[in-house]
């Protein structure tokens, strides 16, 4: 069985994933470590939830002008989020404008989840490339950064082969007998 989420990581964890995953345990695993939806529902809640983050960890960085769900984003095979910056002519000086979009399917995932997704687009701010320095700056802003995008992997896997959300349009977390 492939895992295409987390083909970097090693064996012995995507064995323990593939396992979860054929004894129809991975859901309940996550349900339970992660029982409810974050409450982020809008555009511009989300554009605060950025901004509170941004001004707490990343003061001195560029301004993001614009945070939004985007449902043109597809996961699989693409981004769980982008940070664009364009660049534009005002006078004679050269201005930046920042934008963060966050696929449309995390509005229905733990707070965990879109935190971390939140935390890896702003620090592209200040770091470009995902390098040493860019890692150290997601765990500085979210401590447990790679233990979040680990179990993110793990629900993208999830729903790749069950098709099923595990957390409800309205936040709660779905039973796992219901997850048809």
């Given at each position: 069985?492939?895992?295409?989420?987390?083909?970097?990581?090693?064996?012995?964890l995507?064995?323990?994933?593939?396992?979860?995953?054929?004894?129809?345990?991975?859901?309940?695993?996550?349900?339970?470590?992660?029982?409810?939806?974050?409450?982020?529902?809008?555009?511009?809640?989300?554009?605060?939830?950025?901004?509170?983050?941004?001004?707490?960890?990343?003061?001195?960085?560029?301004?993001?002008?614009?945070?939004?769900?985007?449902?043109?984003?597809?996961?699989?095979?693409?981004?769980l989020?982008?940070?664009?910056?364009?660049?534009?002519?005002?006078?004679?000086?050269?201005?930046?404008?920042?934008?963060?979009?966050?696929?449309?399917?995390?509005?229905?995932?733990?707070?965990?989840?879109?935190?971390?997704?939140?935390?890896?687009?702003?620090?592209?701010?200040r770091?470009?490339?995902?390098?040493?320095?860019?890692?150290?700056?997601?765990?500085?802003?979210?401590?447990?950064?790679?233990?979040?995008?680990?179990?993110?992997?793990?629900?993208?896997?999830?729903?790749?082969?069950?098709?099923?959300?595990?957390?409800?349009?309205?936040?709660?977390?779905?039973?796992?007998?219901?997850?048809?």
């Open positions: 069985m492939e895992l295409p989420y987390l083909r970097s990581y090693p064996e012995t995507q064995t323990q994933a593939r396992e979860l995953l054929i004894a129809g345990k991975l859901g309940p695993v996550l349900q339970r470590k992660y029982p409810a939806a974050h409450a982020v529902r809008s555009d511009k809640a989300l554009y605060d939830y950025a901004q509170e983050l941004k001004a707490r960890y990343l003061r001195n960085a560029g301004t993001v002008n614009k945070v939004v769900f985007d449902s043109k984003i597809h996961v699989v095979r693409h981004a989020g982008l940070h664009t910056s364009l660049s534009r002519v005002q006078g004679n000086r050269l201005t930046a404008r920042h934008e963060i979009r966050v696929a449309s399917m995390f509005k229905q995932v733990p707070d965990e989840f879109l935190r971390m997704i939140v935390v890896h687009e702003l620090a592209h701010l770091e470009k490339d995902h390098d040493k320095a860019f890692y150290q700056l997601c765990t500085h802003m979210e401590p447990q950064y790679h233990q979040y995008e680990f179990d993110l992997r793990l629900y993208l896997t999830y729903m790749e082969h069950s098709g099923a959300r595990l957390w409800n349009a309205d936040g709660s977390g779905r039973p796992a007998s219901a997850e048809n």
